[in-house]
């Protein structure tokens, strides 16, 4: 799908430059798995250790973004494959602005994923698999969304009447059942390092304070 009658304007200022002035790489770590794993509560906490370590990021989480760029779509499966279209697009600019950006979407098709993992290019799209039994995260329920799709007030909702792709190699998987937030939060943080993204000497210290339990 492409505008006609456009040209791209190829600006002097790159993104090798952006990455050089911000003092690490951009990359996309995309959280995905059912509602209650753990996405956006370790999404947010990994963006927090990063801005305190001086880093560029911004966290675009799956609630916020049905809020504006997405407020016009519903819940069928059309509509959540334009759903992560968007938001792909969208990360794509940021991650040209040289951000670490962390993208928290149950995002349920494996093909909507790889769709994002290919416009991005492999070297930029971190697949982190959050994955929680459904009754864990049924428990956790702070929503109460599950009550109401079994109660059948929700349609399609994910765990219940809606199937889940499960990653089948993701960069890192997060067993976020068993692990605390601060170990999970490590992980994603090591993952960067790994990768070359943040440099080896960033976010090693322990966040200051108690961190939340992983909801």
Request: glycine share 8%; proline share 4%.
């Amino acid at each position: 799908m492409k505008s006609s009658n456009t040209v791209w304007h190829h600006a002097t200022v790159t993104r090798a430059r952006r990455e050089h002035l911000n003092g690490h790489h951009g990359a996309l770590v995309w959280l995905t798995g059912l509602s209650g794993s753990g996405k956006s509560t370790v999404a947010h906490q990994v963006e927090e250790l990063l801005h305190q370590a001086g880093c560029r990021t911004f966290v675009l989480d799956g609630d916020n973004v049905r809020h504006g760029l997405c407020a016009d779509l519903g819940f069928s499966d059309a509509a959540r494959h334009e759903n992560i279209r968007r938001v792909g697009e969208a990360a794509k600019l940021f991650v040209e602005a040289g951000v670490v950006v962390l993208a928290a979407f149950i995002s349920p098709f494996e093909a909507d994923r790889e769709r994002v993992r290919k416009l991005l290019g492999a070297g930029d799209f971190l697949e982190v698999y959050c994955r929680c039994p459904v009754d864990v995260c049924e428990a956790r329920d702070v929503k109460g969304l599950y009550r109401r799709a079994r109660a059948g007030e929700i349609a399609n909702f994910t765990g219940i009447s809606s199937p889940y792709e499960a990653p089948v190699a993701p960069d890192l998987e997060l067993h976020t059942s068993v692990m605390s937030l601060d170990e999970s939060v490590a992980a994603v943080l090591a993952l960067l390092r790994a990768r070359g993204v943040i440099p080896e000497t960033a976010c090693h210290a322990p966040v200051s304070g108690a961190l939340p339990p992983l909801s």
